[in-house]
């Protein structure tokens, strides 16, 4: 039997020597598209941070990235005394129309979802196979219907008129279905059952709590959806006093060619609007991530 010879052994060792080059690459290829996305995905927050701090003549000019000439308190006091202080009213609005919205809006989707998970009742699938379909039927669609039926019953132009729309969500009741389905084990309901709990204890003390972290995923989904929301109080509203921040700027932002001075409220104004968000994503986190992540160690 012949051994090979060394030409032959570093012959055989380098086709194992060229795999490992396709791995790198592609790990260095991954690296920098990840790069080019988050510089992609936070060029516009720092373009409006440093534009928030311009005046009209460098915002006009296309000055917004320069490091110099910055107005930011000179912005912020203009845009509180805008108007009489409207923009700040505009912003109790938004955060009356998605923080409580959105909070009931999580609750009744919690207790869908739980009721279909949990119970049976004739006809369940054919009724849950009806909220899918909602999901189907972009939001922009259901405007003018909504409008309708709000003509009829006389809260065109009203805080109603926004703020009822938002408590209904059918994505919401399927992820609170999906979360009660991995999180609300039947053990542990039939358990209270037999100490003698009844079914509005059991799901408040027990599946509301287990369900904590869908609960938090819905809030901020749609939380988020009804802070952007733009077209249906634009169909809605009239009373520029009701108008939520997202719309109010746009008003202001179709007088800036006529009046160039409002270039900066909106900007500033865009600024302030994103604050809300940042802070419900940070504040909560850390039951989002448990609540997404739990079911990738069952």
Not at 280 to 293: D, E, I, N, P, S
């Amino acid at each position: 039997m012949t051994t090979p010879s060394l030409s032959g052994r570093r012959a055989a060792a380098l086709p194992g020597r060229t795999a490992r080059r396709p791995w790198t690459l592609s790990k260095a290829a991954v690296n920098g598209a990840l790069v080019l996305a988050t510089a992609y995905t936070l060029l516009p927050l720092g373009w409006l941070l440093t534009a928030a701090a311009k005046n009209t003549p460098d915002l006009v000019g296309g000055n917004t990235l320069t490091p110099a000439n910055f107005h930011l308190g000179r912005n912020l006091h203009d845009l509180a005394t805008a108007d009489g202080g409207i923009y700040f009213r505009w912003y109790l609005n938004s955060l009356l129309y998605a923080g409580l919205g959105a909070l009931l809006c999580a609750f009744v989707c919690v207790c869908a979802g739980y009721a279909f998970e949990v119970y049976a009742f004739r006809g369940k699938e054919k009724l849950f196979g009806l909220v899918l379909l909602g999901v189907l039927v972009p939001t922009t669609a259901l405007a003018l219907p909504m409008y309708l039926l709000a003509s009829k019953i006389g809260v065109v132009n009203t805080f109603w008129a926004v703020f009822v729309p938002s408590l209904v969500n059918p994505f919401g009741v399927y992820l609170a279905r999906v979360f009660c389905a991995g999180y609300v084990p039947g053990e542990v309901l039939e358990a209270a059952r037999m100490d003698g709990a009844g079914e509005l204890r059991t799901f408040w003390s027990i599946g509301l709590k287990m369900v904590m972290p869908g609960f938090v995923t819905v809030f901020l989904f749609q939380f988020t959806a009804i802070w952007n929301n733009f077209f249906l109080p634009l169909v809605m509203l009239s009373d520029s006093r009701l108008f939520p921040v997202s719309l109010g700027l746009y008003s202001w932002n179709t007088q800036t060619r006529a009046f160039p001075d409002s270039y900066p409220l909106v900007v500033t104004g865009s600024l302030l609007a994103v604050v809300p968000l940042v802070v419900a994503f940070v504040a909560l986190q850390r039951h989002w991530k448990a609540g997404l992540t739990a079911g990738s160690v069952k």
